[in-house]
């Protein structure tokens, strides 16, 4: 191969690694702080904040690296030091609403999936919007603590949450274990019935595929709204909630969405922030590069 075209080709590899980023940008529109949270997939460089405060109206975006996969979700009465240890009344542990995400990063055709998934519980209402309009929105506008059942209700408003059965229970019917461990045996329940009815989009068990995960094509950024005042942003009044489309579906796992391999909660993520792996890996992709064709336009002369 010509020298010239192989410094061309290492040029244009670095050129599409560091542009198939994807954008997130967290929006508030509740009446009261959120506090979101965001967990990497295992083998995944975590984004630039695994946690970080968001007061009412305000918004913040962050980067993802090429094929990141995840999940993300808002706590709620949060108390955090200064040494970023704390705690809060929602969210650090289930009952939470999960956006979940496995982003393309030019793979499979490149194809985003997402959903959002009531498996764990609720705690907030969400709407993820992608593509700028382009891609299917979903999430859950109602405030179903509104809705929830006594045995599965906790806390009181602004820290209310609404459990999931298999939370409140531990039964293998309502966790989809055991014996139920498959689409055949493990059936929707009164309790899911219940969070389907009021969230059509989003999981309400584990085996919610047909109605609860969506995809997108190269859709380069996302909005995940917290409390969205019952209504998706003007962004997306092409594909409103109150009318589901049966998307593609993927793997999933019981307990929630899409096969994610840490299927885990961290117990107290501080409200700092993690230095990201992305501008590591185009130091050291510009690095090669700067030395591959050095030595190549060497041998050139040579």
């Given at each position: 191969?010509?020298?010239?075209?192989?410094?061309?080709?290492?040029?244009?590899?670095?050129?599409?690694?560091?542009?198939?980023?994807?954008?997130?940008?967290f929006i508030?529109?509740?009446h009261f702080t959120v506090w979101p949270a965001i967990l990497s997939n295992a083998g995944h460089p975590p984004l630039s904040s695994t946690g970080f405060e968001l007061p009412t109206d305000a918004s913040r975006?962050?980067?993802?690296?090429?094929?990141?996969?995840?999940?993300l979700w808002a706590r709620t009465g949060c108390v955090f030091h200064n040494s970023n240890n704390g705690s809060c009344a929602t969210g650090e542990t289930p009952p939470a609403t999960l956006a979940e995400f496995s982003l393309a990063g030019g793979e499979r055709n490149n194809i985003d999936f997402y959903d959002v998934s009531l498996v764990d519980g609720f705690n907030l209402a969400m709407v993820v919007e992608g593509?700028?309009?382009?891609?299917?929105?979903?999430g859950c506008v109602v405030d179903l603590n509104q809705r929830c059942p006594a045995e599965l209700r906790i806390?009181?408003?602004?820290?209310?949450?609404?459990?999931?059965?298999?939370d409140a229970f531990r039964r293998p019917?309502?966790?989809?274990?055991?014996e139920f461990a498959s689409p055949a045996a493990c059936r929707p329940t009164a309790y899911s019935e219940v969070f389907k009815a009021a969230c059509p989009k989003s999981y309400s068990y584990a085996f919610d595929d047909s109605t609860s995960t969506f995809t997108c094509a190269d859709a380069g950024e996302f909005t995940v709204t917290f409390c969205p005042e019952g209504t998706p942003s003007q962004k997306s009044s092409s594909d409103?909630?109150?009318?589901p489309k049966v998307p593609v579906t993927s793997p999933t796992a019981p307990g929630g969405g899409l096969m994610l391999e840490n299927d885990y909660w961290l117990a107290s993520l501080t409200s700092g922030s993690l230095?990201?792996?992305?501008?590591?890996?185009?130091?050291?992709?510009?690095?090669?590069?700067?030395?591959?064709?050095?030595?190549?336009?060497?041998?050139?002369?040579?």
């Amino acid at each position: 191969m010509n020298p010239s075209i192989f410094v061309l080709l290492l040029i244009s590899t670095f050129f599409s690694i560091s542009l198939s980023t994807t954008t997130f940008t967290f929006i508030n529109k509740c009446h009261f702080t959120v506090w979101p949270a965001i967990l990497s997939n295992a083998g995944h460089p975590p984004l630039s904040s695994t946690g970080f405060e968001l007061p009412t109206d305000a918004s913040r975006s962050l980067q993802s690296p090429p094929n990141w996969s995840g999940r993300l979700w808002a706590r709620t009465g949060c108390v955090f030091h200064n040494s970023n240890n704390g705690s809060c009344a929602t969210g650090e542990t289930p009952p939470a609403t999960l956006a979940e995400f496995s982003l393309a990063g030019g793979e499979r055709n490149n194809i985003d999936f997402y959903d959002v998934s009531l498996v764990d519980g609720f705690n907030l209402a969400m709407v993820v919007e992608g593509g700028k309009g382009r891609c299917a929105a979903t999430g859950c506008v109602v405030d179903l603590n509104q809705r929830c059942p006594a045995e599965l209700r906790i806390g009181q408003g602004e820290t209310a949450a609404c459990r999931s059965a298999c939370d409140a229970f531990r039964r293998p019917e309502y966790c989809c274990s055991g014996e139920f461990a498959s689409p055949a045996a493990c059936r929707p329940t009164a309790y899911s019935e219940v969070f389907k009815a009021a969230c059509p989009k989003s999981y309400s068990y584990a085996f919610d595929d047909s109605t609860s995960t969506f995809t997108c094509a190269d859709a380069g950024e996302f909005t995940v709204t917290f409390c969205p005042e019952g209504t998706p942003s003007q962004k997306s009044s092409s594909d409103p909630l109150t009318s589901p489309k049966v998307p593609v579906t993927s793997p999933t796992a019981p307990g929630g969405g899409l096969m994610l391999e840490n299927d885990y909660w961290l117990a107290s993520l501080t409200s700092g922030s993690l230095t990201t792996q992305k501008s590591v890996v185009i130091s050291t992709l510009l690095l090669f590069i700067v030395l591959c064709s050095a030595s190549l336009l060497s041998l050139i002369k040579v």
